[in-house]
């Protein structure tokens, strides 16, 4: 066989049907897998990345509803408490105030007739400052008074609005008083806390 014949019998064949069928179906999934790794495959991609931030984006926003929820429950809380705000202010100050503690203290014993002998303050510190935790103040006192006046003293201490606290308190009968007057002498360590 000459080439010329061999030429003509590949032609012949080429444009059989059947060569065309698998020419058209090679050539097309040649096509649709250019067309599925360049067009598809992004596009898959991207939805499942989108997916993703998708969830991570719902749980963060479940995240933030919550805060937003305690945020909205401390501020009902604190309109709640807000009338009251200034009753901690009084009771821890925010200063030492040491005039104002001694005062309510002179003016609760005045009331309840306690004669003091002698008030003596404390080292008080106010340079340093810790923010985290109440410092004190110690007021040293020694009195002569009754024991009922005693009992009011005390009571009235503790309806006072300043935060206070009774470390030491000793009680013996004072001596130096007629024996007729049943007087006690008393020694009393009061700390009075501030910020």
Known sequence: MDKSSAA??????????????????TLFFLIFSIFIIFAIRPSLITAISLRQQRNDLEKLDAQYES?????????????????????????????????????????????????????????????????????????????????????????GLSNQRRLKLIKQFTISRDNQAASTSANLKVLMQIEGYYL
């Open 67 to 155: 805060v937003v929820a305690n945020i909205v429950a401390n501020q009902s809380t604190l309109e709640n408490i807000r009338d009251g705000l200034y009753l901690i202010n009084d009771a821890l100050p925010t200063g030492a105030l040491i005039n104002k503690l001694v005062s309510d203290i002179e003016s609760e014993g005045k009331t309840d007739s306690i004669n003091f002998v002698k008030v003596d303050i404390g080292e008080v510190n106010l340079i340093q400052k810790i923010r985290d935790k109440p410092q004190s103040a110690v007021i040293n006192i020694e009195a002569t008074c009754t024991f009922e006046n005693l009992l009011k003293f005390v009571q």
């Open 8 to 25: 003509k019998d590949l032609i012949k064949q080429l444009k059989s049907k059947k060569a065309k069928d698998y020419t058209f179906i």
